[in-house]
Nanobody, 115 residues
Framework: QVQLVESGGGLVQPRGSLRLSCAASVTIFRFNTIAWYRQAPGEQRELVASITTYGRAMYADSVKDRFTISRDSATNTVYLQMNSLKSGDTAVYYC?????????WGQGTQVTVSS
């Protein structure tokens, strides 16, 4: 059974940093793409960053130069390093994996940026 489990969320002050982890129960190369999405209260879920099987990364304009997506194939984990956090980054962050036509989601981890 394919599972994605996020961790690393929490409360952080503005301009602080957090690193989110997404641990997969299968090899991450099973997924064409692994991505991080986020959803703020009352907002639609939005794509934050993604990485392909070949290691190509893309970012939403709102996080470019602040967030970095990376992966560790030895532990089947994908990370989202978030720096210079702003209050607007407050949301539940979800890990998503696409394998062919199948979509897999984690349960989400809350990130709150507040002083």
């Amino acid at each position: 059974q394919v599972q994605l489990v996020e961790s690393g969320g929490g409360l952080v002050q503005p301009r602080g940093s957090l690193r989110l982890s997404c641990a997969a129960s299968v090899t991450i190369f099973r997924f064409n793409t692994i991505a991080w999405y986020r959803q703020a209260p009352g907002e639609q879920r939005e794509l934050v960053a993604s990485i392909t099987t070949y290691g190509r990364a893309m970012y939403a304009d709102s996080v470019k130069d602040r967030f970095t997506i990376s992966r560790d194939s030895a532990t089947n984990t994908v990370y989202l390093q978030m720096n210079s956090l702003k209050s607007g980054d407050t949301a539940v962050y979800y890990c998503h994996g696409r394998s062919g036509t199948l979509d897999y989601w984690g349960q989400g981890t809350q990130v709150t940026v507040s002083s």
